[in-house]
T-cell receptor, first 114, second 108 residues
Framework: NAGVMQNPRHLVRRRGQEARLRCSPM?????VYWYRQLPEEGLKFMVY????????ESGMPKERFSAEFPKEGPSILRIQQVVRGDSAAYFC????????????FGEGSWLTVV | EDKVVQSPLSLVVHEGDTVTLNCSYE??????LLWYKQEKKAPTFLFML????IEKKSGRLSSILDKKELFSILNITATQTGDSAIYLC????????FGAGTRLTVKP
């Protein structure tokens, strides 16, 4: 049973470009969470999604950031017109649909904006 | 707004010391509290706590939850350099909220 898979693992973008990060949850998991970790800081919640639904996006910046989790395919975190301050590690995590379970993390996508 | 606060933010100790990391929370719909250890890659799960007063133990690490006072502690005894990491506390409600983490450095 493969773990949470994120790609790309490393991404370099120039200021103003778009970054698209993908997350495939563990098999059987229908809940996905995205977190951002800035250098030397802890994880900050961004968004919580179930299939085709955004449940909580209270941690998402109001502009340039969006997330989706379609019926088929991975969850995608999209950052438009990236700026230097977007450079961070973006972690995805998933959990099963029911019960009080821990969440399982992917190994992160490390975005560098130059 | 749900809040998870960890203290201290950073801690430097020497091998063999015992450390206590704190996590307090204010959330609606508390379901569980979890501790993670983060080194260079993704956070790795340590403990999940749902009931007050029951200590969970794994080797030199232990943790306990107080649901009345809304906090948890993570203890590490006889610390080793390999314990150096960021320790994250997270509270599961309808989603999962993390504290800022405690950066532990264990010097030889």
């Amino acid at each position: 049973n493969a773990g949470v898979m994120q790609n790309p693992r490393h991404l370099v973008r120039r200021r103003g470009q778009e970054a698209r990060l993908r997350c495939s949850p563990m098999k059987g998991h229908s809940h996905v969470y995205w977190y951002r970790q800035l250098p030397e800081e802890g994880l900050k919640f961004m968004v919580y999604l179930q299939k085709e639904n955004i449940i909580d996006e209270s941690g998402m910046p109001k502009e340039r950031f969006s997330a989706e989790f379609p019926k088929e395919g991975p969850s995608i975190l999209r950052i438009q017109q990236v700026v230097r301050g977007d450079s961070a590690a973006y972690f995805c995590a998933s959990s099963p649909p029911k019960g009080d379970h821990t969440i399982y993390f992917g190994e992160g996508s490390w975005l560098t904006v130059v | 707004e749900d809040k998870v606060v960890q203290s201290p933010l950073s801690l430097v100790v020497h091998e063999g010391d015992t450390v206590t990391l704190n996590c307090s929370y204010e959330v609606t719909n508390f379901r569980s509290l979890l501790w993670y250890k983060q080194e260079k890659k993704a956070p790795t799960f340590l403990f999940m706590l749902t009931s007050s007063g029951i200590e969970k133990k794994s080797g030199r690490l232990s943790s306990i939850l107080d649901k009345k006072e809304l906090f948890s502690i993570l203890n590490i005894t006889a610390t080793q350099t390999g314990d150096s990491a960021i320790y994250l506390c997270a509270v599961r409600t309808n989603d999962m909220r993390f504290g800022a983490g405690t950066r532990l450095t264990v010097k030889p």
